[in-house]
């Protein structure tokens, strides 16, 4: 008994939030108020100068896997966290008139599933009107018949990595017939507007970023505490999953992708079912959502508790390529230099272990490249590198980021996340050509010691007036994370 009491204490003082690092700690982070969602409104109007905004929120989940989340586009504008709503916003000469079309649910399914928030509750706290949801069409029709040429849609897909495939939407179907009724309607996509709008992120914002890099760092180095040989994969995505909600997390900021073995070297691969081995590696790239902001971190450990020396080698080589990005990631530098700088540190790493003919040797790859327009995807390096190395942080896991237009600038908050996945079935994908045997020849051997040796590390961070900041403080060095994998919990 005393030592699962001594287990328990440690497991509680691990999720509570941790000051450190920049990362002081006065209590939980206050929502986004209403001033600051009038202000990303009015933003918007001015930036949109003359016509309609229709903007659809989410809708009832039809299935019992969990509560109903706002889609984040809707949720910037608006503040609304229930379904079946939508917004419209009236602008003439970048000044607009909002009001959000509301659905109450009838009393009796309330009982199951609560009551949305009344008129007065709307004007209070997010300085919204409000009109029941079945007026949109009528409302809509009155504005285009009274002269308005111009509706900014802003489509309902749940997120903009996926948007491209998203079947019509309640949304998309909406516009598509009201440009039915109206001919010579002009219908714009009002997502990059509020793209670039959502890139910069408020302080407000930043708080509830901090948090959930916070709480993931918690999961991550709860983790290291805890691995063991014995486990499967799902064993830890319980752990870190468990650590994220005692930790004030809302949900996990996407799937837990636990890959040990040949699973790490699958990017996305969210089955997490395999039993681990003693001696492999296991990348777990996971982390938390707090209040609608995700996080996103990645750590690669030792199943057994201690890197081999070929395992110590790739890891070191990510290692060294954050540092360099993170050195290239400040204000007024670019994205793609904070990249060239890590692939250059990747390739001369993986031509010093013999993975590669040299740091600035080509391939003749297996998939339309130009290499003449871009060379470095055609060096042998990048058969091991496979993705880039950042991306934006906020509402979604993938936010926007200012460097996507032009350089990183104080509000930025984005992940930098180098990679290196070594296998021979990558070897395998090359087309016959005389120079891709040669360079298989050259490195099979070293390839197949290094075989299933995936590394991914990755950090948040966030770009302040004083420069850059790591927000999700796991252990990355080496011996610090052999340090935590080698204890092991009282059983």
Known sequence: MFDRIVLLVSIIAMTRPVAGHGQAVTGDP????????????????????????????????????????????????????????????VVKTGRGISTLFVKETPKRRALYYGTEPDSAELAANLGLSSRPIGQVNTYVDSIVRAGTKTVYELRDFAAADFAEHDSLTRGGQFVKALAARHPGLEIRDGHPIVARLRARKSDAELALIRRAAEISAQGHTELMRRIDPSMHEYDLQAIIEHTFRRGGAERPAYGAIVGSGPKALELHYMKDRRK???????????????????????????VSGAYTPEQRSIYQVVRDAQAAAERNSKAGMTIQGALDSAVAVRAKGLAALGLIESAGATYDPAWEVDCRQRPANCSQASLFMIHSI??????????????????????????????????????????????????????????????????????????????????????????????LTRRRPVP
């Open 30 to 89: 206050s929502p986004i108020g209403k001033a600051e969602y009038l202000a990303r409104r009015d933003s918007l109007a001015g930036r949109v100068g003359d016509g309609v905004v229709v903007a659809f929120g989410g809708v009832t989940p039809v299935t019992d896997f969990g509560p109903f989340y706002q889609l984040p586009a809707f949720r910037y504008l608006t503040g609304y966290l229930h379904a079946d709503a939508a917004l419209v916003m």
């Open 276 to 302: 681990m081995e003693p001696g492999e590696l296991v990348v777990i790239d996971a982390a938390a959502e707090y209040q609608g902001y995700a996080a996103d971190v990645t750590r690669t450990l030792p």
């Open 390 to 483: 950042s991306h934006g942080l906020g509402l979604e896991v993938h936010d926007p980021v200012q460097a996507y237009y032009g350089t990183f600038q104080v509000g930025d908050a984005f992940v930098i996340e180098p990679g290196l996945y070594i296998s021979q079935r990558l070897l395998e994908l090359l087309p016959d050509t005389p120079k891709n045997r040669a360079f298989i020849a050259k490195v099979r051997s070293t390839v197949t010691r290094y075989e299933n040796t995936g590394v991914r590390i990755e950090d948040a961070y966030v770009i302040t007036s004083t420069g850059l900041e790591r927000i999700s403080l796991a252990p990355r060095e080496i011996d610090e994370i052999e340090a």
